[in-house]
């Protein structure tokens, strides 16, 4: 479930134990980007600026203008894609990302039985990076702890979920 980073920060420091029990293997944080901020607030809105829809058909993320959102990477039970989590900007995917410059069916991570993450554009038409660099449709790229990911023009940073409770830790403090 899409949650804001402020929900995981608030369990994170109420019940640390029992919240790094229940975290997926892997999460994508999306954070807007200061732009979004100016335009959201009815300032013009020219072409470098990108707004990121949340499950919604509105121009701004509705789960929390300027806040960051968790995406779990996570296997929905009613997605029959069997090779991998799914991401895209329609509703049957495991990870959506509503934004007209996300395909349908986008991209999919798999994790391999030693507990990396790889991630595979499907031949999606904006493209997936890793770290910058685009993805050859349908050919695997591993990911690690901390990388930027770009579906179409929606940046995210990929977390493990020990990487993810680091951050947390950071932002809560000892």
Known sequence: MVEL??????????????????????????????SMLSAAEGDDEDETHHHFKTLTNVSTPMLGVGEPIVFPVVKNQENAFGRGITVGRTGNNDVVLDDGTVSRFHAWFQRETDGRFILTDAG???????????????????????????????????????????????????
């Open 5 to 34: 980073l402020s929900l995981h920060i608030g369990r994170f420091q109420r019940e640390r134990a029992d919240y790094e029990r229940t975290l997926p293997a892997a999460l994508l944080v999306f954070s807007p980007a200061p």
């Open 124 to 174: 999606s038409k904006n493209g997936s990076y890793v770290g910058g660099v685009r993805l050859t449709p349908r050919r695997p790229s591993p990911i690690t702890d901390g990388t930027r990911l770009r579906f179409g023009q929606v940046e995210v940073t990929f977390y493990l979920a020990s990487g993810f409770t680091k951050i947390l830790s950071r932002r809560v403090g000892p």
